[in-house]
């Protein structure tokens, strides 16, 4: 509990130090993929089953065209 506490806390300071809202957007979103992508592996064990990986400006890209008021 106490690991957590302490990201939780440098996750904050790290926003709050001039971090932008589009940087943790991305940061967010590249995690996510990590996430994403080291489970798949660890299921499937194989690269091809897993797909390729989106980057953050695509998702964005086609994001905004979907919903063209955002």
Known sequence: MNIFV???CLAIAALVAGCSSETA???AYETLQ?????DCL???KSP???G???SY???ERKR???DPSK
């Open 6 to 8: 302490c990201v939780l």
């Open 25 to 27: 957007k991305r940061t």
């Open 34 to 38: 990590n996430v994403h992508e080291q």
């Open 42 to 44: 660890k299921n499937r």
């Open 48 to 50: 091809e089953d897993c």
């Open 52 to 54: 390729k990986r989106e």
């Open 57 to 59: 400006d695509d998702y």
């Open 64 to 66: 905004k065209a979907e």
